[in-house]
């Protein structure tokens, strides 16, 4: 059973900066594809970005495209999302998910196994 646990969010400016972790108890992260997807309130939530297993590939939403950054170090089995030029809109509660497929990432929601409970990131002045 694998279990994911996201880390630092907090409160940025406009502008700023702030890198997400994702790390696991249980199985580890090295047979999965992971994903960041968020959630506004009284939105649905929403695919970010995506990184194969291997980390050879990685899947961005273009709202974050060129801003945000996912990576993998799978010998601390833990995904980051480097998070820069943060905007107001950016707000939400952000997860990370787990995804057992070979190659390749998804943005759909359903596909995903587990999921981590979620860290608040708000951009405010």
């Known amino acids: 059973q694998l279990q994911l646990v996201e880390s630092g969010g907090g409160l940025v400016q406009p502008g700023g900066s702030l890198r997400l972790s994702c790390t696991r108890s249980?199985?580890?992260?090295?047979?999965?594809?992971i994903s960041w997807f968020r959630q506004a309130p009284g939105k649905e939530r929403d695919f970010v970005a995506a990184?194969?297993?291997?980390?050879?590939?990685?899947d961005y939403a273009d709202s974050v495209k060129g801003r945000f950054t996912i990576s993998r170090d799978n010998a601390k089995d833990t995904v980051y999302l480097q998070m820069n030029s943060l905007k107001p809109e950016d707000t939400a509660v952000y997860y990370c998910a787990a995804d057992r497929r070979f190659s390749g990432t998804s943005r759909t929601l359903s596909v995903y196994d587990y999921w981590g409970q979620g860290t608040q990131v708000t951009v405010s002045s």
């Open positions: 249980g199985s580890t992260l090295d047979y999965y594809a």
């Open positions: 990184i194969t297993r291997r980390g050879d590939s990685t």
